[in-house]
Nanobody, 120 residues
Framework: QVQLVESGGGLVQSGGSLRLSCAAS????????MGWYRRRAPGKQRELVA????????KYGDSVKGRFTISRDNAKNTVYLQMNNLKPEDTAVYYC?????????????WGQGTQVTVSS
């Protein structure tokens, strides 16, 4: 079983920065894809922020390109999300994910979520 623990969320003003971290532990399979998704409001669909494979392939959601940077430390089984030039519309609960595939499936492991709030 895999566990994901996220940290780094909080309240920031528009134009500010935050860095999220997610550490995986347990029976981690490899290769894998670690990513960040967000849900802007209860009942809304979770949307892709970014993912990175263990081989280093990266994909960003269109709304964060040029502002967010995803990276990972394979030795620490940790993925990071550097968020710059934050906007109020980035306000959401951010979830870390670990998958065998590029897209989430029923076997994807999710973190508990961390709140990011951007004030205008």
């Amino acid at each position: 079983q895999v566990q994901l623990v996220e940290s780094g969320g909080g309240l920031v003003q528009s134009g500010g920065s935050l860095r999220l971290s997610c550490a995986a532990s347990g029976s981690i399979y490899s290769p894998n894809t670690m990513g960040w998704y967000r849900r802007r409001a209860p009942g809304k669909q979770r949307e892709l922020v970014a993912f990175i494979t263990s081989g280093g392939f990266i994909k960003y959601g269109d709304s964060v390109k040029g502002r967010f940077t995803i990276s990972r430390d394979n030795a620490k089984n940790t993925v990071y999300l550097q968020m710059n030039n934050l906007k109020p519309e980035d306000t959401a609960v951010y979830y870390c994910s670990l998958s065998a595939d590029w897209v989430p499936t029923q076997s994807t492991t999710w973190g508990q979520g961390t709140q990011v709030t951007v004030s205008s």
